[in-house]
């Protein structure tokens, strides 16, 4: 069974920068394509970047040209660079399978102060 790890978030000031990282029990060569997702309080959870087991990236508008999705296999670990900060970006940030969900993790709490 597949579980999933978020970690790297915090408190940041706004134009800053955080790291995220998600730590897979399991091989994620073989998963199609992970994804980063973020929920804000009272809305819905959304993609907000996706890369394949080939490495291709895309973005939701939230994220675009600031956040860089990557992934590592040999640590079946997924990464997502966050720069430039706002305070719309404060969410709990979760990753997750984008064709398949596995179960989700606890997710990590980005917080972005003006």
């Known amino acids: 069974q597949v579980q999933l790890v978020e970690s790297g978030g915090g408190l940041v000031q706004a134009g800053g920068s955080l790291r995220l990282s998600c730590a897979v029990s399991g091989s994620i060569s073989s998963i199609n394509a992970m994804g980063w997702y973020r929920q804000i309080p009272g809305k819905q959870r959304e993609l907000v970047a996706r890369i394949t087991s080939g490495g291709s990236t895309n973005y939701g508008d939230s994220g675009k040209g600031r956040f860089t999705i990557s992934r590592d296999n040999a640590k079946n670990t997924v990464y997502l660079q966050m720069n430039s900060l706002k305070p719309e970006d404060t969410a709990v940030y979760y990753c997750?399978?984008?064709?398949?969900?596995?179960?989700w993790g606890q997710g990590t709490q980005v917080t972005v102060s003006s």
């Open positions: 997750n399978g984008v064709y398949s969900h596995f179960s």
